[in-house]
């Protein structure tokens, strides 16, 4: 348990709120606060805490070398938003990243993960990575996921504890439940690293986001394929007024430190890439706003129950800071509620409202 005069306190400088949503209550840490991590939900008498911050190596090899002394294993790292699902007073929830309970993910959790595994394991968490071109959150998805979404276990937890289970009992627990996993590439040493340079090289070419690599207990680091890095700068270039210098100064780094190592000539398709990822999309945004008075990205989610459509819009609206969420439709397509609707980037509508009429900018 996390002790009660750090949580007090936590809630006196609002690193803690109370939050009530779906029929359940509890206190969410909102950021970091001292040892307790962003995400943590307290229930009552369970603590569910927030997935930590994982460390990213920029050179493969030196970097192995510094952070584990002995075997490592390497899995991959797949580009979708990170939740983690659970049992709570006979319900089966799943937070995110930032601890707020997600709609859409309990919707669809029985069509990829067998509910069995909670109710024999009721003191276990299952962190899943969520991916696909028809999720609510992100704008990218694995070139594996063609349509919908698909649903991948990383880790295991336990209920009021930080530690993960070890890596052979999670692929135990992943085979005895039938529980779909990323894919694990083994258990390897510092002498494997020209093999995993070739797994690397052909993450990249098939266009996924990079490993993840974890000692049996303990240390955790990631890795990024250049093509992940150039493709962030591609789906974010309308957004780019929201996200930080660095964030593009990192990935423009990490994208030649990823050449450099695994010896990827520079060449001018590249250069062209590059180019396009950056301007495409800004010319993307002025050629919306002009047509439409505003820039956005459509979404589109689908769901068993309308209730959880619903309950999701109202989630996205509360929480989307400089982002304003819009409803387009609401329908059946078969079996399922189809939900679609708009993010509007309040920053960059408003930047080009201004240059585009003439305003004045100082530098």
């Given at each position: 348990?996390?002790?009660?005069?750090?949580?007090?306190?936590?809630?006196?400088?609002?690193?803690?709120?109370?939050?009530?949503?779906?029929?359940?209550?509890?206190?969410?840490?909102?950021?970091?606060?001292?040892?307790?991590?962003?995400?943590?939900?307290?229930?009552?008498?369970?603590?569910?805490?927030?997935?930590?911050?994982?460390?990213?190596?920029?050179?493969?090899?030196?970097?192995?070398?510094?952070?584990?002394?002995?075997?490592?294993?390497?899995?991959?790292?797949?580009?979708?938003?990170?939740?983690?699902?659970?049992?709570?007073?006979?319900?089966?929830?799943?937070?995110?990243?930032?601890?707020?309970?997600?709609?859409?993910?309990?919707?669809?959790?029985?069509?990829?993960?067998?509910?069995?595994?909670?109710?024999?394991?009721?003191?276990?968490?299952?962190?899943?990575?969520?991916?696909?071109?028809?999720?609510?959150?992100?704008?990218?998805?694995?070139?594996?996921?063609?349509?919908?979404?698909?649903?991948?276990?990383?880790?295991?937890?336990?209920?009021?504890?930080?530690?993960?289970?070890?890596?052979?009992?999670?692929?135990?627990?992943?085979?005895?439940?039938?529980?779909?996993?990323?894919?694990?590439?083994g258990e390897f040493t510092h002498e494997d690293i020209p093999t995993l340079k070739k797994i690397l090289l052909k993450l990249n070419e098939e266009g996924r986001e990079g490993v993840v690599f974890k000692e049996e207990r303990g240390k955790r680091a990631?890795?990024?394929?250049?093509?992940?890095?150039?493709?962030?700068?591609?789906?974010?270039?309308?957004?780019?007024?929201?996200?930080?210098?660095?964030?593009?100064?990192?990935?423009?780094?990490?994208?030649?430190?990823?050449?450099?190592?695994?010896?990827?000539?520079?060449?001018?398709?590249?250069?062209?890439?590059?180019?396009?990822?950056?301007?495409?999309?800004?010319?993307?945004?002025?050629?919306?706003?002009?047509?439409?008075?505003?820039?956005?990205?459509?979404?589109?989610?689908?769901?068993?129950?309308?209730?959880?459509?619903?309950?999701?819009?109202?989630?996205?609206?509360?929480?989307?800071?400089?982002?304003?969420?819009?409803?387009?439709?609401?329908?059946?397509?078969?079996?399922?509620?189809?939900?679609?609707?708009?993010?509007?980037?309040?920053?960059?509508?408003?930047?080009?409202?201004?240059?585009?009429?003439?305003?004045?900018?100082?530098?």
């Open positions: 348990m996390i002790d009660a005069d750090l949580v007090k306190e936590a809630v006196r400088q609002r690193k803690a709120r109370s939050e009530s949503f779906l029929g359940l209550e509890y206190l969410r840490f909102s950021d970091d606060f001292k040892e307790v991590p962003r995400g943590t939900a307290l229930f009552q008498d369970t603590v569910v805490w927030g997935y930590p911050h994982i460390g990213r190596i920029f050179m493969l090899e030196e970097g192995l070398k510094e952070q584990f002394k002995g075997p490592f294993w390497a899995e991959e790292k797949v580009d979708g938003y990170n939740v983690r699902i659970f049992r709570i007073k006979d319900r089966i929830v799943a937070l995110s990243r930032g601890g707020y309970l997600c709609p859409f993910t309990m919707d669809r959790l029985e069509d990829f993960i067998d509910l069995t595994f909670f109710e024999e394991n009721p003191d276990l968490v299952l962190c899943v990575e969520v991916a696909g071109p028809e999720n609510p959150y992100i704008e990218e998805s694995p070139p594996f996921v063609k349509e919908d979404i698909r649903m991948f276990v990383f880790d295991i937890m336990r209920k009021n504890s930080k530690d993960f289970l070890p890596q052979r009992e999670k692929l135990k627990m992943a085979e005895r439940y039938s529980l779909p996993l990323v894919e694990v590439f990631k890795y990024i394929t250049s093509y992940a890095n150039l493709s962030d700068i591609k789906v974010t270039a309308k957004n780019m007024l929201q996200l930080p210098a660095e964030y593009y100064t990192n990935r423009l780094l990490r994208l030649v430190l990823f050449m450099e190592e695994e010896g990827i000539e520079r060449t001018r398709h590249l250069y062209e890439q590059l180019g396009k990822a950056f301007i495409d999309g800004l010319f993307d945004a002025i050629e919306q706003f002009k047509r439409e008075r505003k820039v956005y990205r459509t979404f589109r989610c689908r769901f068993h129950k309308k209730e959880n459509a619903v309950a999701l819009l109202d989630l996205l609206q509360r929480t989307s800071k400089h982002i304003q969420v819009v409803e387009r439709e609401l329908r059946r397509e078969g079996n399922m509620w189809v939900l679609t609707f708009d993010k509007v980037f309040l920053n960059m509508t408003g930047l080009l409202g201004h240059l585009l009429g003439g305003g004045l900018v100082f530098d």
